[in-house]
């Protein structure tokens, strides 16, 4: 099955900046997902999306991150206030003939300075 | 608290022979295992799953093993091939809509010529 598409592939921005990771799915898919994976660190869950609203999140998914789908295509994950510590890959996946098995993006590298 | 581990950082294993990737867990709730691959720079790759109601799947070249009394999970990769040479990750679904994986740390598998 083919991959969501990401952008932009790197952000740099300084600590206390918002920023927004956007991904791209195919339409039919019905649940979207953010990791991250810090360097050196394994991939770790933040949030789930189904049918226009978050299903599950981890605890990392503070009141400093939201998710939204504002024109029914693009998948967002915004930090309002960006910390060093949010320096990391992150990914977005899809899933639509599972929800187990999910597919995933090739990445946003956010460097925090 | 290590829910999925993986306590080979890394394996080297010669092209052609099999390699076997290795995973615990602890908590016998879970409902379907799942292996990835990643290469530097890229999104993880869904390889093979297994649910919890099978002890074995296969996929051409990959096979995964479930052994549910010993909470393991294992990847068998014959043969081995140059292109395997990446870190590959195991994951859990608690089961159920769209929850999010749980990862291991990951095995970084070098495949020598």
């Known amino acids: 099955e083919p991959e969501v598409t990401q952008t932009p592939s790197h952000q740099v921005t300084q600590m206390g900046q918002e920023v927004i990771l956007r991904c791209v799915p195919i339409s039919n898919h019905l649940y979207f997902y953010w990791y991250r994976q810090i360097l050196g660190q394994k991939v770790e869950f933040l949030v789930s999306?189904?049918?226009?609203?978050?299903?599950?999140k981890s605890e990392i998914f503070d009141d400093q991150f939201s998710v939204e789908r504002p024109d029914g295509s693009n998948f967002t994950l915004k930090i309002r206030s960006t910390k060093l510590e949010d320096s990391a890959m992150y990914f977005c996946?899809?899933?639509?003939?599972?929800?187990?098995?999910?597919?995933f993006g090739p990445g946003t590298r956010l460097t925090v300075t | 608290d290590q829910q999925v581990k993986q306590n080979s950082p890394s394996l080297s294993v010669q092209e052609g022979r099999i390699s076997i990737l290795n995973c615990d867990y602890t908590n016998s709730m879970f409902d379907y295992f799942l292996w990835y691959k990643k290469y530097p720079a890229e999104g993880p790759t869904f390889l093979i799953s297994?649910?919890?109601?099978?002890d074995k799947n296969e996929d051409g070249r990959f096979t995964v093993f479930l052994n549910k009394s010993a909470k393991h999970l294992s990847l068998h990769i014959v043969p081995s091939q140059p292109g395997d040479s990446a870190v590959y990750f195991c994951a859990v679904a608690p089961g159920g809509g769209a929850d999010g994986l749980t990862f291991g740390k990951g095995t970084h598998l070098i495949i020598q010529p």
């Open positions: 999306f189904y049918n226009n609203e978050i299903s599950e």
């Open positions: 996946a899809r899933s639509s003939l599972s929800p187990y098995e999910q597919y």
């Open positions: 297994i649910s919890s109601i099978k």
